[in-house]
């Protein structure tokens, strides 16, 4: 499990991470031939399917960046897509955004059943957090339980899940700006923010300042995120997005876009960017690039 | 946070076990104040709901027979219950049993809504893992990254949530009592077998055959719980259990009664209690007295 080569494009590196972060979610996920088969194969459906694996690339740029070890943070970014992919599931379930197309194929409930879906969600974070715990990570083991605390502070109901749930409570009001942002800051940016550190806590403890530094990076990419995912719900077709496009405008969601008028969204996009990349220049002679090629990437992707 | 006090009834004793574990859940759970306050609320109603506390009770009863540390077992009761709090909301669901009425309260989804009450279940089964990694736990590192895994591992696909699907599946069908079996020894036989299996970490690492006699005690008091469950769903009103009677005939599922008819299962009920007495007894001088009380309570209890 190789993922440090520097010579290679972004888009080389990406495909090399998700290639990689496939396989190994493949051993990690129970076979669909192990009892029960439904709900195997269901998590399975949810996991496997072609994801751009974005939170597993933040934690193999963050952890290259101190040197961590290539296996362990294979093993992080797994636990993280888990985390990630069972929030899609139960984002997608009728009671919540009720949604039928999820990278560009049926949603979970839709493919299998509303039951099934509810404990392939559990399942999946049941085992982002076994997979925190294999035997086979190397880190120290008190930096583990910080970490899979970090994971849990990100995911659960002040993180992730709190997030979603002052999205359903928001729906259909006029949030001004700073809610708008402390409600994503939760829901998007908390995992992506873990992410990363994650990623960075792979290669052992650093000094107050480093963190601060790239956790100030790490809060503004979650924001430039979310920015960039209302452009595109706005501009995009349902096609390019692989999951229902207008969505937000349809249920009277505020996002970036109609608060600000799309102009001035993909302006503010440009401005988190050139942000984030100041955070990233006081890092020094740190290994930098993946990060920042990342950062742009989440600004100006198509998808 | 003393719990060890030997010369107390058992009824004293698990007053005191409940009282104890509700006060430090009220600690653990975010206050109803903090945003997003209908979540926390939502969590507090799922949680602090005069829940019997069995399994923490097993987590105590074991803790104590290996002379573990009491405040390290709140914390591990309290994990425990979170993981069955969470279990029961997602259960209650409509896609689910659909169930109003829990512990002769309305169900989470009836008292708020169906999305909280998949967002409840999300973030309390998170908070449980995060719990295990409290800074104020005295165990090993190493040994509490082995509870994580065997709380993980007994929650997951092939455990709790495992068994919910197979239950789903079998809706209807004429199981066997083998198939009977597999299935309840998932569903809710591998929690409680995990809460006496952490109680009994908690105390550091034991040999081989005393780990080995203390699961198959587990075991057979997992299963038990289900046969004695099947009893009192047959048996018992609606009043009395605090929950809806009768749903298993209603809803044509496979139980020890519907196979084996109430003389047969009450015979085997006992039988059960038996077998886990022997167990018991092979662990020669240790303080199993609370263990075979609460194995007692499990088979003969009224609700």
Redesign the interface.
């Known amino acids: 499990m190789t993922i440090s080569t520097p010579t290679l494009s972004l888009q080389d590196w990406l495909n090399q991470c998700s290639k990689q972060v496939d396989a190994a979610l493949d051993t990690l996920l129970?076979p669909p031939t192990?009892?029960?088969e439904?709900?195997?194969s269901a998590?399975r459906y949810a996991t496997c399917n072609g994801g751009k694996r974005l939170r597993p690339a933040l934690v193999f740029a963050a952890g290259e960046m101190v040197g961590a070890n290539p296996a362990d943070l294979m093993f992080v970014a797994c636990a993280v897509e888990l985390i990630h992919a069972?929030s899609l599931v139960?984002d997608d379930?009728p009671?919540?955004d009720n949604d039928t197309l999820r990278r560009g194929k049926p949603t979970v409930h839709v493919q299998f059943?509303?039951?099934?879906a509810?404990?392939v969600?559990?399942?999946l974070?049941?085992?982002a957090?076994?997979v925190?715990?294999h035997p086979s990570i190397q880190i120290n083991?008190?930096i583990?339980?910080?970490m899979?605390?970090l994971l849990?502070?990100a995911?659960?109901?002040?993180g992730m899940?709190?997030g979603?749930?002052?999205d359903?409570?928001s729906t259909g009001k006029r949030l001004d700006q700073t809610s708008l942002a402390q409600m994503h800051n939760l829901k998007t940016g908390a995992l992506l923010r873990a992410s990363i550190m994650l990623g960075v806590l792979c290669g052992g403890m650093l000094d107050v300042n480093t963190l601060a530094t790239i956790d100030a990076f790490s809060h503004t990419i979650g924001l430039a995120f979310q920015v960039a995912d209302d452009i595109l719900d706005a501009t995009a077709s349902t096609a390019t997005l692989g999951k229902t496009a207008g969505k937000d405008a349809a249920q009277d969601k505020a996002t970036y876009v109609s608060l600000l008028g799309l102009a001035q969204a993909q302006s503010y996009a440009q401005t988190l960017l050139t942000t984030a990349n100041t955070h990233l220049a006081q890092l020094g002679p740190q290994n930098t690039l993946r990060l920042q090629q990342l950062a742009e990437l989440i600004v100006n992707r198509s998808s």
């Open positions: 129970p192990l009892a029960p439904k709900l195997h998590m069972y139960h379930l009671c919540m059943d509303e039951a099934t509810l404990l969600g559990d399942a974070q049941t085992l957090f076994d925190l715990t083991t008190s583990r339980l910080d899979i605390r849990a502070r995911s659960g109901s002040q899940a709190g979603q749930a002052i359903l409570e």
